[in-house]
């Protein structure tokens, strides 16, 4: 049986190995994304405090004044003083008329950093997002746009679009997915073959024999570190599954008996003719907010969109147990009162898996510490494709070796006998 698995483990290694190779490497790249882009950007995202900032509207009139024909989609300011604010803009289109999904859209992109905008866009899709999203980085003392930013003309979007579907569009997108479904069986397989019959086999399949020659160590480093991290590489493979196919995201969650779906944002109550179009301003919603969680990590307000809509401020507490783990609150647009809140532990458990599969996806569950740990990993997945096809290389001279010696043998004695 182990002859049939080592075939099918050796064939899916051949076939898929590259591309797992690329996944991996990009992954190790995409880990420190967020620290890497700050530290090379410093003054996109920091400034130096002067004073009391501005009021979130005034910010906002700035912005458009600095960019004209732009629209803002949502704003986004942290808790950290030095920080800038992130103003999302959806540049190109008229007011009012940007789809009836847009505040699902905000829903599922907050909690982000906004160059990641356009990353949640494209999630899933295979397709490059839309150019008109770009992002306005600004002083909150002064109101300049300190820098308009998009995604898509960065070096880490290059990565990710080769992460995800090889800079390829849905073609890659399916070559990357297939590859994924096939690295699944392949640790699945690795698993099958590693497991020993004997106590001894096990001491050898633990421990790398790191002053053995360069065949046992090759030999180690695929089977012995392959088996330490089979189980961190099936959770990585397992939620990348999710974006690469609808019908395994949608499974997971049936099998669950769950959704994953967002509880629908609650109408806003319909203001009277004396107050029609007098809605709350930015200030307000989050000063409405801040009286209940005060202490958030950072805040993202969504204005409505029409006069049914609500308005939709998210944030993350400072005790989140992760950086998708955000509290959502959505206010009457004319009034400012509360008609909803909804904290991540309040959410579904489809909704919880969904927010959480990410942080685990790229290490960010724990924060640091489980970023290195990922970094690890990811670049221990990457040399397996090269280990294995080694071994292979190494067998197959082997049992050539072994055909022509019994050849060379009769031949030696037949002449002998002569």
Same mark, same amino acid.
């Given at each position: ?99 009836? #999904? ?7 992109? %907050?909690? *982000?950093? +906004? ?5 949640? @866009?494209? $999630? ?125 995201? #949608? ?7 769950? %959704?994953? *779906?967002? +509880? ?5 109550? @319909?203001? $009277? ?146």
């Amino acid at each position: 049986m182990k002859i049939f698995f080592r075939r099918i483990h050796l064939y899916l290694g051949l076939t898929a190995g590259l591309v797992i190779t690329i996944s991996c490497l990009t992954g190790a790249l995409l880990v420190f994304e967020k620290e890497i882009t700050e530290a090379f950007n410093h003054s996109r995202y920091y400034v130096q405090p002067a004073g009391e900032r501005l009021p979130l509207d005034k910010v906002a009139a700035m912005v458009k004044e600095q960019v004209p024909g732009a629209v803002i989609s949502r704003i986004q300011l942290f808790a950290d003083p030095s920080r800038t604010i992130q103003v999302q803009l959806e540049e190109g289109k008229k007011g009012g008329k940007k789809g009836a #999904n847009a505040t699902e859209k905000a829903e599922k992109s %907050s909690g *982000k950093e +906004a160059r990641g905008a356009g990353k949640e @866009q494209k $999630e899933g899709t295979g397709k490059a997002p839309k150019k008109s999203g770009r992002t306005a980085f600004v002083n909150p003392y002064t109101g300049k746009v300190v820098e308009l930013y998009s995604y898509q003309q960065t070096f880490y979007y290059q990565v990710f679009s080769l992460h995800r579907w090889l800079l390829a569009g849905s073609t890659g997108k399916a070559i990357t997915g297939a590859s994924t479904l096939i690295f699944l069986f392949i640790l699945i397989t690795g698993i099958i073959l590693w497991w020993p019959k004997t106590r001894n086999i096990l001491k050898q399949r633990i421990k790398v024999k790191w002053d053995g020659g360069w065949k046992r160590l090759n030999h180690d480093l695929h089977v012995v570190l392959g088996f330490y991290t089979a189980i961190f590489l099936f959770v990585s493979v397992f939620t990348g599954l999710t974006w690469s196919y609808e019908w395994f995201s #949608n499974g997971l969650y049936a099998i669950l008996g769950t %959704s994953s *779906k967002p +509880a629908v944002a609650p109408a806003s109550v @319909q203001a $009277e003719p004396a107050t029609e179009g007098k809605r709350i301003s930015y200030e307000t919603a989050l000063a409405t907010v801040k009286q209940t969680i005060p202490d958030g990590l950072f805040y993202t307000l969504t204005a409505p969109k029409d006069s049914a809509a609500s308005f939709m401020v998210s944030l993350l507490p400072a005790n989140a147990l992760h950086e998708a783990a955000t509290t959502t609150f959505y206010l009457d647009q004319f009034s400012g009162k509360v008609l909803q809140s909804q904290t991540f532990a309040q959410r579904n458990l489809g909704q919880q898996i969904r927010g959480t599969i990410k942080p685990l996806h790229t290490g960010a569950i724990f924060g640091t510490p489980s970023k290195i740990f990922a970094l690890i990993i990811a670049l221990l997945g990457a040399i397996f494709p090269a280990t294995g096809t080694i071994m292979w290389i190494n067998r197959t001279r082997k049992k050539q070796k072994k055909v022509k010696s019994p050849a060379i043998s009769r031949e030696g004695a037949t002449a002998q006998v002569a």
